[in-house]
């Protein structure tokens, strides 16, 4: 008999992500914190939670997946949260990208854990192909393994808790420095008088090439700025991985760069477009735009 999912965090990974559950053949009861998400689910079959913790009651595995750590936090331990309808043998796995440390503190609480964010954006959660990393026991994750691959194509055992959210951490560096240079080169190409298309091409096939690249440079040129992954929530991880690098004395001195830039972006409003605008904040600094 399937496992029960209980699934906490309909938003744009969320959605798909739950969708795959129940492709898979997961009973599942869900929650979030607008109708919106839930209505949809609900139509295609899922049960619909009154909380937190009712989740928990119902579902022998709750997966979270929601903005940050403090929304973690509440929905995890604080009133009506998940530890209240915790029953023995659940699992809770966050999805979510939030601090190690407060993935540890969490995880001292009570409630066996596992944390698995995921790399991979909105299309590969509608593919179910993301990339999990996962801390935690390394037993709790081969209970778990196979409702992490109704999600996921590539799931990583990183070490114990907090370890799936530092490696994350890493991604998002080299995600958006990746965007950076990408971004860069746009610029240059457009100061230049290159067709920023030609350009795509050429260094698509060679040393240069990237996942941004090849994905995110295309919708720049188009000037597509719906978001995979927004502006805001990249703007929050690389927030995270300075405070964790800060308190372990490692220098991210790009990492710091390109913070600020979309920081800048978040001023002017755009944290809800996707991350390919970083290229908004070098066009401001050059007077020109990439078309």
């Known amino acids: 008999m399937a496992d029960r999912i209980g699934f906490i965090g309909l938003g744009i990974m969320g959605r798909p992500m739950a969708r795959n559950l129940m492709k898979a053949g997961f009973p599942l009861t869900v929650w979030n914190r607008s109708r919106p998400g839930i209505g949809e689910l609900v139509g295609e079959g899922a049960a619909e939670g009154g909380s937190p913790a009712d989740v928990a009651r119902r579902s022998d595995i709750v997966i979270t997946i929601v903005g940050d750590s403090p929304d973690v936090e509440e929905v995890a331990l604080g009133a009506n949260g998940i530890i209240e309808g915790a029953q023995a043998g659940l699992v809770h796995i966050d999805m979510t990208t939030i601090s190690p440390q407060v993935t540890r503190r969490i995880a ?7 944390d698995a964010p995921v790399s991979g954006g909105q299309q590969g959660a509608i593919e179910g192909t993301l990339s999990i990393m996962v801390g935690g026991k390394a037993e709790t ?7 992490l691959a109704a999600m996921g194509g590539k799931i990583v055992y990183c070490g114990p808790a907090g370890a799936g959210q530092t490696v994350k951490l890493c991604n998002q560096i080299a995600v958006a420095l990746t965007n950076l240079g990408v971004c860069e080169a746009l610029v240059f190409a457009a100061r230049s008088g290159i067709d920023p298309r030609v350009m795509i091409e050429a260094v698509s096939a ?3 090439t990237s996942w941004q690249l090849q994905n995110l440079a295309p919708r720049i040129v188009k000037r597509d700025f719906r978001p995979g992954f927004k502006v805001a929530h990249q703007g929050k991880d690389l927030r995270l991985a300075l405070e964790a690098a800060e308190a372990m004395a490692a220098p991210l001195p790009g990492t710091g760069l390109v913070a600020g830039l979309f920081a800048a ?10 991350t390919q605008a970083l290229v908004k904040a070098l066009e ?3 007077g020109v735009e990439v078309h």
């Open 108 to 114: 001292e609480a009570g409630v066996e854990m596992l």
């Open 141 to 147: 994750l081969e209970r778990c393994r196979p409702v």
């Open 206 to 208: 060679g040393a240069g």
């Open 265 to 274: 972006l978040e001023a002017d409003g755009l944290g809800e477009e996707g």
């Open 284 to 286: 401001k600094l050059a």
